[in-house]
């Protein structure tokens, strides 16, 4: 049972213009949702997250949006450069669980020059 | 940002044969380091919660007699993977915690083959 989606395996996106990676989730009892950027070979890293009881986080060039009704959250990264290509998984933290995260399926971003 | 060193990257072994993967926090303590299995074009799945000096906790459906982990001290973590199969074959990554409720930091991961 798949609590974390990522319906989109993969998107493609101009240089400079914006992305939107979705993810949703079928678990009301997560409060921090986080996302995570991933190289090939290489482990995740951090970038950003949002406390469930925000609605947006904005981090320079990205901002993570959570919608609690529709539980869905999302990340935007304008503008896109090339150097964002990678693989983004977003990830949940159960009410008390403090690290114990659950990650989506990824999506494969591609910034085209 | 913290330091989280796993070793080997990638390793290939025989059907059969136990694979030691070790977990490092270079400049900081982790009392808490996970380790997580990826398959191809799948998520992270957490296999289990490693504490320093206690015994690992292991998520639902992860054999704990295959896959073992010592925690024996603040900045390394170890899984092994005994009598390792092809189906074994996945990338493992670690990640580890800075205090009780700190910022998660990944290893770059190790790439297991079972031939």
């Known amino acids: 049972d798949q609590q974390v989606k990522q319906n989109s395996p993969s998107l493609s996106v101009q240089e400079g213009r914006i992305s939107i990676l979705n993810c949703d989730y079928t678990n009301s009892m997560f409060d921090y949702f986080l996302w995570y950027k991933k190289y090939p070979a290489e482990g995740p890293t951090f970038l950003i997250s949002i406390s469930s009881i925000k609605d947006k986080n904005e981090d320079g060039r990205f901002t993570v949006f959570l919608n609690k009704s529709a539980k869905h959250l999302s990340l935007h990264i304008v503008p896109s450069q090339p150097g964002d290509s990678a693989v983004y998984f977003c990830?949940?933290?159960?009410?008390?669980?403090?690290?114990?995260?659950?990650f989506g399926t990824g999506t494969l971003l591609a910034v085209q020059p | 940002g913290a330091v989280v060193s796993q070793h080997p990257s990638w390793v290939i072994c025989k059907s059969g044969t136990s694979v030691k993967i070790e977990c490092r926090s270079l400049?900081?303590?982790?009392?808490?380091m996970f380790w997580y299995r990826q398959f191809p074009k799948q998520s992270l799945m957490l296999m289990a919660t490693s504490n320093e000096g206690s015994k690992a906790t292991y998520e639902q459906g992860v054999e704990k007699d295959k896959f073992l982990i010592n925690h024996a001290s603040l900045t390394l973590s170890t899984l092994t993977v005994t009598s390792a199969h092809p189906e074994d074959s996945s990338f493992y990554i670690c990640?580890?915690?800075?205090?009780?409720?700190?910022?998660?930091?990944f290893g770059e991961g190790s790439r297991l083959t079972v031939l």
């Open positions: 990830a949940a933290r159960p009410l008390g669980a403090t690290n114990k995260l659950i």
């Open positions: 400049d900081f303590q982790a009392t808490t």
């Open positions: 990640s580890a915690q800075t205090g009780m409720a700190g910022e998660l930091f």
